[in-house]
């Protein structure tokens, strides 16, 4: 199942990063979010990596695991790897599908490009990240 470039934009407005991005914001975020189908297994990101995309899940699950122990589940709507992407910081934590994914990725560089034209996005997404940052210092 594809997603039309309206439904992309509502999927990323429940992502709370996003949450306060006018419509045409979002349709701007939606314009560079690519499609992926992962298999079960794939790992979505790596702990200690460096943060080069962010991944919403569309269809599927995913466990969050640190130092090889499970922390938690993630699925459909769930957003993972947006405060590392927007901080520079490293992964805390490995993420792996535990059953095929359908999700939507907003690569590194097209994200720092749409933050950099459009200073509005750039201005809610820091506030956002500085504020979860606060309330759970440890980015994926």
């Known amino acids: 199942m594809r997603l039309h470039r309206d439904a ?21 975020v939606a314009g560079i979010a690519d499609e992926i189908d992962l298999r079960e297994g794939r790992q979505l990101t790596t702990e200690d990596a460096p943060g080069q995309e962010l991944v ?14 499970v922390l938690n589940s993630v699925g459909a709507g769930e957003c993972i790897g947006e405060i590392a992407l927007v901080t520079g910081q490293p992964r805390t934590a490995t993420v792996v599908a535990t059953s095929p994914v359908h999700a939507l990725v907003i690569e590194g560089h097209a994200f720092r490009t749409l933050l950099a034209d459009v200073p509005e996005i750039r201005a809610k997404v820091e506030r956002l990240a500085a504020q979860h940052l606060q309330s759970d210092p440890e980015p994926t």
């Not at 990323?12 to 914001?25: G, V, Y």
């Not at 899940?57 to 640190?66: D, Q």
Request: some cysteine; aromatic content about 2%.
């Open 56 to 69: 919403i899940l569309v269809e599927g699950t995913a466990e969050v695991r640190r130092d090889g122990q």
């Open 8 to 28: 992309k934009a509502e999927l990323i407005r429940t992502i709370p990063l996003f949450a306060s991005c006018s419509a045409d914001e979002l349709a701007r």
